[in-house]
């Protein structure tokens, strides 16, 4: 599954974490430090299991309880944030929408 920041969202690093602003619903939320680096992995990356796997490495090293527990959480919060429409989720393979500008950040 290929992940996208909406055209909607406008997005900025705070000291705090990451705040977010969806310019269609009015939806405004301020991540915690964690969800940030999820949100940042996205942007970076894009898939959901480089995400999982990513975090996987660097807070539960080769423990597969943790493993379990981060995709747990990884995957609640990518699909809150698909639900409230701030990211954009397409199957593997699909095409890749067009964009003419990457997602606002300020």
Do not use: C, K
Request: proline share 2%; net charge negative.
């Amino acid at each position: 599954m290929s992940l996208h920041i909406s055209d909607a969202v406008i997005w900025q690093e705070t000291a705090d974490g990451i705040s977010l602003y969806h310019s269609e619903s009015g939806d405004f939320r301020t991540l915690n430090s964690t969800a940030a680096q999820i949100w940042a992995l996205v942007e970076s990356d894009g898939d959901r299991e480089t995400v999982i796997r990513n975090l996987s490495l660097l807070f539960a090293g080769h423990n597969p309880v943790m493993t379990a527990r981060i995709r747990a959480e990884v995957d609640a919060f990518i699909s809150s944030m698909v639900e409230a429409d701030l990211l954009l989720e397409t199957e593997a393979g699909a095409e890749d929408r067009t964009r003419s500008e990457p997602a606002a950040r300020s």
